[in-house]
């Protein structure tokens, strides 16, 4: 799992494995954004969480939002090798203005 | 859409030089943010703006890093006399209306390597 201070984490999975990052945040937060970022490019926003939702879906994704331990997870089903790349989680709040903390990041390898 | 430009891609300067990097924000966004990302601290917050205004510079280092958005299109990072601990991807992101509720539209980054 990742957080603000956690090293980045590695997983290394087989394609069509089904893979669950997590993600600790210590602040209260209204919004957790999960971001992907491949190599040599700027992370790509995959999916928005907000308080007061339990679970969001997105195609081959699943994020879920527990506020009352500080936690996130993003599921991704039926891996594809054009999935290998570094995984954040993002956490917002009102008292913060629009500024995102991101979390160390999970480098995720899918072998073909 | 283009989405967010940045340059230049890769940047090498000398200790005690000064780096100019440029950020282009996707047209219409009125918020434009700068982090940086390293292995060992990974993306780190530095500032933002919204409409043009400098809006939270908390994670900006006091001496030598200085931001600008001079007009709607672009934005710069400025950091004078540079030293080897400067080295890092520097990332530009644009949103709307900048809410930490709305999507950030990062750039590929500049690679700044401080010899």
């Known amino acids: 799992s990742q957080w603000g201070e956690e090293n980045l984490q590695a997983l290394s999975i087989q394609e069509g494995e089904d893979v669950t990052m997590n993600c600790s945040y210590k602040?209260?937060?209204?919004?957790v954004q999960w971001y992907r970022q491949k190599s040599g490019k700027g992370p790509a926003q995959l999916i928005l969480?907000?308080?007061?939702?339990r679970e969001k879906r997105s195609g081959r994704l699943r994020a879920t939002l527990d506020t009352s331990s500080q936690s996130s997870s993003l599921s991704i089903t039926g891996t594809l090798a054009t999935d290998t790349a570094v995984y954040f989680c993002a956490t917002g709040y009102n008292n913060a203005g629009a500024k995102l903390t991101f979390g160390g990041g999970t480098r995720l390898t899918v072998r073909p | 859409n283009a989405g967010v430009i940045q340059t230049p891609r890769h940047k090498v300067t000398g200790k005690g030089q000064e780096a100019t990097l440029w950020c282009e924000p996707i047209?219409?966004?009125?918020?434009v943010f700068w982090y940086r990302q390293t292995i060992v601290q990974g993306l780190e917050f530095l500032t933002y703006f919204r409409n043009q205004a400098p809006i939270d510079d908390s994670g900006m280092p006091k001496e030598r890093f200085s931001a600008q958005m001079p007009n709607q299109s672009h934005s710069t990072l400025k950091i004078q006399s540079t030293q080897p601990q400067d080295s890092a991807v520097y990332l530009c992101a644009s949103s709307s209306t900048g809410s930490s509720a709305e999507t950030l539209y990062f750039g590929s980054g500049t690679r700044l390597t401080v010899l």
């Open positions: 969480i907000r308080s007061n939702e």
């Open positions: 047209s219409g966004h009125s918020a």
């Open positions: 602040t209260y937060t209204t919004v």
